[in-house]
């Protein structure tokens, strides 16, 4: 069965210093969405991703933040200047027809920042 | 504004037991609704979900969950319990037009053998 997947699974980073959290959606899914989890907390949503452009994002997802999906088969999400409150689990997901569908979430990456 | 209360961050029940998780919502149209189960170091995986069809719903691994507009509540059981059920249990709300979902802060079920 077709997954999504997300790479690193754990990332350990020196405050300040720039990640790239990377994410494979499942193929045909056209759809991409971000969501973070801080230890203890719900899940929460940062961001959503259609047709090569950011759909909608939450507060959460400030100038520090951004998406790309750089070849046919990526989609990530940098943050650009690391913070503590950044340490949490980073969750990516995917559907093919956006609000009409399920999404599927990958494994995660958890991030901690030192 | 969608939200989504989950009453008892731990539930423990003995093997063989009812469990029953609580999801309180609030939307302001008729909304989406989901429960995604988290198994130690994995991701979301989804139980269920309601969209406006058959108020009580039947999801993987023998859960069912039932829409009560009444009560703004979506609680999730099970009739027996069984050891490999013990995960997080997130309830999710999604508004029909709006492509986020907002979680609960989740419900960590214990199972004890």
């Known amino acids: 069965e077709p997954e999504v997947t997300q790479t690193p699974s754990h990332q350990v980073t020196q405050m300040g210093q720039e990640v790239i959290l990377r994410c494979v959606p499942i193929?045909?899914?056209?759809?991409f969405y971000w969501y973070r989890q801080i230890l203890g907390q719900k899940v929460e949503f940062l961001v959503s991703?259609?047709?090569?452009?950011?759909?909608?994002k939450s507060e959460i997802f400030d100038d520090q933040f951004s998406v790309e999906r750089p070849d046919g088969s990526n989609f990530t999400l940098k943050i650009r200047s690391t913070k503590l409150e950044d340490s949490a689990m980073y969750f990516c997901?995917?559907?093919?027809?956006?609000?009409?569908?399920?999404?599927?979430f990958g494994p995660g990456t958890r991030l901690l920042v030192l | 504004a969608q939200s989504v209360t989950q009453l008892g961050s731990h539930v423990s029940v003995s093997e063989g037991a009812l469990v029953l998780l609580r999801c309180n919502y609030s939307?302001?149209?008729?909304?989406?609704l989901f429960w995604y189960v988290q198994y130690p170091n994995q991701g979301l995986q989804l139980l269920l979900k309601?969209?406006?069809?058959?108020?009580l719903v039947k999801g993987i691994n023998g859960f069912e969950a039932e829409f009560k507009k009444s009560e703004t509540s979506f609680h999730l059981t099970k009739p027996s319990a069984h050891m490999s059920d013990a995960a997080e249990y997130f309830c999710?709300?999604?508004?029909?037009?709006?492509?986020?979902?907002?979680f609960g802060t989740g419900t960590r079920l214990t199972v004890i053998p």
């Open positions: 309601y969209t406006s069809a058959a108020t």
């Open positions: 991703f259609y047709n090569n452009e950011i759909s909608e």
């Open positions: 193929s045909n899914h056209l759809y």
């Open positions: 997901a995917s559907n093919s027809r956006g609000v009409q569908e399920t999404q599927y």
């Open positions: 999710a709300v999604r508004d029909p037009g709006a492509n986020n979902l907002f």
């Open positions: 939307s302001s149209v008729p909304p989406y």
